[in-house]
């Protein structure tokens, strides 16, 4: 009976599930996911999560639970520290693992791998061995294992960055149907914030199926190349070094720059520390320059349906009457 592996759907399972997964299956690992989110959920990990976290954090903690009674062996939550030369992840990821091991009693063991690029690529070498050898793998299957799920992960982004979003990009992976939208759109919509916050439709109060039933074509930061990220990016006085944040910063502006989109969207964690200066960052360009409406959505676990609702259909009668007034 193979091992069961169990990963959070929650944090950076939007940009990297399709590559753990391959990752672990190669190993011989049968992967375990946890339920798509519920208010139960956030609800648990609210009650087993301090009050200063935020809002995704809370939510990270409310689907390592959801795990606990899935009956896996092991609960994959790698430390993530860098994926990137010269760049950080957020510091509570780096934390996670520990405050999970010590606030949620009774859990299987935890795979808290260090993944740490932040001085050469090759350091990666010391995270598959390490993971490898929980499954019996020695260094050799440990890395053509991982050399195969970067070739998934490659695979994956670039359907992000053919419009796709990640569950219809993880569908045509999985060899289901592609998906196929064919509604009339008026206008396009970018939505800039952290996978987490804007690819779950429960925190997010489902606000790209809310904009796309109201007409608008909805672009993120995941839908353009590194390349054009990057570019975007360089547009600010000084690198940023949180690697989520330079994308959504080179992606606003990106699209803000190219007048690609119609409205930009920005959505941020309450309590989330680099999103209060990313954000900030964002609107004070966008508005300065005064070519793209822009909006500011906080989430956190009070924010109510019927807010969202009123904002996003208000912001898009704004949209559509400036359109009409140029």
């Given amino acids: 009976m193979p091992v069961r592996v169990g990963i959070p759907r929650a944090l950076l399972y939007y940009y990297y599930y399709p590559m753990w997964k391959e990752f672990?299956?190669?190993?011989g690992a049968e992967v375990v996911v946890s339920d798509r989110t519920t208010k139960g959920i956030l609800t648990k990990g609210v009650q087993h999560c301090v009050d200063e976290a935020c809002l995704p954090v809370k939510l990270a903690f409310g689907h390592v639970g959801n795990l606990a009674n899935k009956n896996v062996d092991y609960i994959f939550l790698p430390r993530m520290v860098s994926v990137a030369q010269g760049e950080y992840i957020c510091p509570k990821f780096l934390g996670f693992p520990d405050m999970i091991k010590q606030n949620i009693k009774?859990?299987?063991p935890v795979i808290d791998s260090v993944i740490n690029l932040r001085n050469k690529p090759q350091d990666i070498n010391n995270f598959t061995k390490e993971v490898g050898s929980h499954f019996?793998?020695?260094?050799?299957?440990?890395?053509?294992?991982?050399?195969?799920?970067?070739a998934v992960h490659k695979q994956y982004t670039q359907l992000l960055e053919q419009g796709l979003m990640p569950d219809e990009a993880l569908s045509v992976l999985e060899g289901r149907t592609k998906p196929v939208d064919d509604r009339e759109t008026d206008l396009t919509v970018?939505?800039?914030g952290h996978p987490y916050n804007i690819y779950d439709p429960f925190i997010s109060m489902n606000i790209i199926n809310k904009l796309r039933k109201a007409g608008a074509r909805v672009l993120t930061a995941d839908n353009l190349t590194e390349q054009v990220v990057n570019q975007g990016a360089k547009r600010l006085p000084k690198k940023l070094f949180w690697t989520l944040s330079k994308r959504m910063t080179g992606g606003a502006l990106n699209y803000?720059?190219?007048r690609s989109v119609d409205g930009i969207i920005h959505v941020a964690a309450f309590a989330?520390?680099?999103?209060s200066m990313t954000g900030e960052l964002i609107e004070r360009f966008i508005r300065r320059e005064g070519k793209v409406p822009f909006m500011n959505?906080?989430?956190d676990e009070h924010t109510g349906e019927?807010?969202?609702?009123?904002?996003?259909e208000a912001f898009l009668d704004m949209v559509r009457w400036r359109r009409t007034a140029v």
């Fill in 106 to 108: 009774g859990l299987p």
């Fill in 24 to 27: 672990l299956q190669q190993l």
């Fill in 256 to 258: 803000h720059d190219q």
């Fill in 297 to 299: 959505v906080n989430l």
């Fill in 190 to 192: 970018a939505v800039i």
């Fill in 136 to 150: 019996n793998k020695g260094k050799l299957k440990a890395w053509l294992a991982y050399r195969r799920a970067m």
């Fill in 272 to 275: 989330c520390g680099p999103d």
């Fill in 306 to 312: 019927a807010g969202i609702v009123t904002r996003l």
